[in-house]
């Protein structure tokens, strides 16, 4: 991706007003004490994931001796075992990339070749969007709301989705809504809205495995509905919100047969394989999450899910209840007078760097103007030193 960073050598510091996307405002964060903004994963490591760094030079060398192949499948099997997945597991025919931005740009390139439309979820991480826009693919919204009420998705979808093309995140980056709190009934309706209208269903999996093992969901076989339903798909699935591995992640594209050629020789165009270390360093990492059950992954975000729910409390942050708990916390800011991007523009100066939500809303952003995000993969002291003084500073406007 190519981003405008002579501004920042000129300035030092960009203006805030001048960051085009949210990833300039993540670049921002980084340089900042409390980073609240991306949502990669900056949380310390387990004691069986400890184990798992110590083992890297064997991890390295056996790499460096075994076949390409035997990585992939090795990877790919362990995380559809995870996510319970088993059709996906068998087809084996998920292509590979090394960052789900990369999946999303082969997406683009089908889509822009086919001179497809797309019918965008809003509020999403922007990303998805500039992706899509930077490589000529045209986009309509469709709000999160059409997908609230089950008996209603069907009919919402069919009023709405005026493209070839339906593209949804699920669960969503960064309301954590999931279709999958109605069953399979949500998934069902939205696969037999496609079908019937010859829409193409694009799903962004990427916050998935925050649904595994949490009572309100269940991760069906996903991929036994899209399949049996016949309807065309391209499902992406990553790795890297899930295992705190310095951004050593992989992501995956599944996609449906009708279109599978044409796919995959727009994914040869772009890479021929992930690195093989990287492969067999994160199988390991699933197999240890398959062993405790997502544990370390889940554990640090409940607890500061937990903490912000003590700590905001009454505080003109107004947390917005995810349906799971994803690694990313929205807010809606409950003040007469002051925006979302005001209290953004405080706290940073105090050292505390939230997202806007103004960005989300990529077709319409002032109606993101009352939003922030928190990013929640973090080490819950850190988390708690920086909840105190976001505490501190709210109190400026009680
Ligand atoms: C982070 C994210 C992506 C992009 O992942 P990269 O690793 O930055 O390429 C795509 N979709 C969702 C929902 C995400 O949260």
Not at 176 to 203: P, T
Not at 233 to 255: H, N, S
């Amino acid at each position: 991706m190519s981003r405008d960073t002579t501004r920042t050598k000129s300035t030092g510091r960009l203006e805030e007003d001048s960051l085009i996307d949210l990833t300039q405002h993540e670049i921002q964060a980084l340089r900042t004490r409390f980073n609240l903004a991306d949502a990669h994963t900056h949380q310390r490591q387990s004691a069986s994931q400890d184990r798992i760094v110590l083992s890297l030079p064997d991890l390295w060398h056996e790499a460096e001796e075994g076949l390409q192949v035997t990585y992939e499948e090795r990877f790919v099997d362990a995380f559809f075992r995870l996510h319970k997945q088993p059709t996906a597991r068998s087809m084996k025919k998920t292509m590979l990339s090394y960052a789900a931005s990369i999946s999303t740009m082969v997406v683009g390139m089908f889509l822009k070749q086919q001179r497809m439309a797309v019918t965008l979820l809003e509020p999403c991480f922007d990303n998805l969007h500039d992706v899509l826009i930077n490589m000529g693919v045209p986009l309509y919204p469709v709000n999160e709301s059409a997908l609230y009420d089950p008996d209603r998705i069907y009919a919402e979808l069919k009023r709405q989705v005026r493209t070839e093309v339906l593209f949804l995140v699920e669960p969503n980056n960064p309301t954590g809504f999931s279709l999958l709190k109605f069953g399979r009934k949500g998934l069902e309706e939205v696969v037999r809205f496609c079908k019937d209208h010859n829409k193409l269903l694009v799903i962004d999996f990427c916050f998935a495995s925050f649904t595994l093992f949490d009572p309100a969901v269940e991760r069906f076989d996903v991929y036994e509905l899209l399949e049996s339903s016949g309807v065309s798909y391209m499902a992406i699935e990553d790795t890297g919100k899930t295992w705190p591995v310095q951004d050593a992640k992989a992501a995956m594209l599944t996609v449906s047969d009708d279109i599978h050629s044409s796919v995959y020789d727009l994914h040869t165009s772009v890479l021929l394989n992930v690195s093989p270390f990287v492969l067999n360093m994160l199988t390991q990492y699933i197999e240890d999450s398959i062993e405790d059950e997502l544990f370390s992954v889940r554990e640090v975000l409940r607890v500061n899910h937990e903490l912000i729910r003590r700590t905001l409390e009454g505080s003109i942050l107004e947390y917005q209840k995810p349906d799971v708990n994803v690694s990313v916390a929205w807010f809606k800011v409950n003040h007469p007078e002051l925006s979302a991007s005001d209290l953004h523009r405080d706290l940073t100066e105090q050292g505390l760097y939230l997202l806007p939500g103004r960005y989300f809303f990529w077709s319409q952003p002032s109606r993101g103007e009352s939003y922030l995000r928190m990013a929640l993969a973090r080490d819950p002291q850190m988390f708690s030193e920086a909840l105190e003084q976001l505490s501190t500073s709210l109190k400026r406007y009680a």
